[in-house]
């Protein structure tokens, strides 16, 4: 096609013909972007909620580290949140789960140590591998700001009925699951 461009197509991605502003062959709304690709609007809106949506759980995360400790790192909250879910678990699992280092992983953990929210211990296993598990005083915490996160969706979504919330949570799950593989 290159230069040859037919009237009433375009070339996007995968060129397909694109009829100059309206309809593609199966009915989605398609419109010629500046770079002279198809622009699909659904995906682009789905683009611009997720982002939206990770840029606030980020700031969220921050907000629940620091109640549980002031001195909290906004990322270790995650660490504590899954082992609360999962109990105690070796450091290599969490810093592959989480997608850092093994340096990364002990910095982070040692600082939850020294906050006194996590204990590790030899792993009876393999002796080389440390177990890290909430202290008592850990799982007190996370307990409650997940309770006080959990209060706060009940809250703000207490007009939706509670099938669209299920939904909801049923098509996020679906999501991360294509976005694991």
């Given at each position: 096609m290159g230069a040859d461009v037919h009237k009433g197509e375009d070339r996007n991605g995968g060129g397909l013909p694109v009829d100059g502003g309206g309809l593609s062959g199966d009915g989605d709304v398609l419109s010629v972007g500046p770079d002279g690709l198809?622009?699909?609007?659904e995906y682009l809106s789905l683009e611009r909620e997720l982002t939206f949506l990770f840029r606030r759980a980020r700031a969220n995360q921050g907000e629940m580290a620091r109640e549980v400790h002031p001195d909290l790192e906004s990322a270790a909250y995650g660490l504590l949140v899954r082992l609360d879910e999962y109990g105690r678990q070796r450091a290599t699992e969490l810093a592959a789960y989480i997608g850092v280092g093994k340096a990364t992983m002990s910095r982070q953990l040692r600082a939850l140590e020294d906050l006194g929210l996590i204990a590790r211990e030899p792993d009876p296993a393999d002796g080389?591998?440390?177990?890290?598990?909430?202290?008592?005083?850990?799982?007190?915490?996370?307990?409650?700001v997940r309770e006080a996160r959990r209060a706060r969706y009940v809250s703000q979504l207490s007009h939706w009925d509670r099938s669209e919330v299920a939904e909801l949570a049923r098509l996020i799950h679906q999501l991360n699951g294509v976005m694991e593989k």
């Open positions: 198809a622009v699909d609007h080389r591998a440390w177990l890290v598990d909430l202290t008592d005083e850990g799982r007190r915490r996370v307990a409650h």
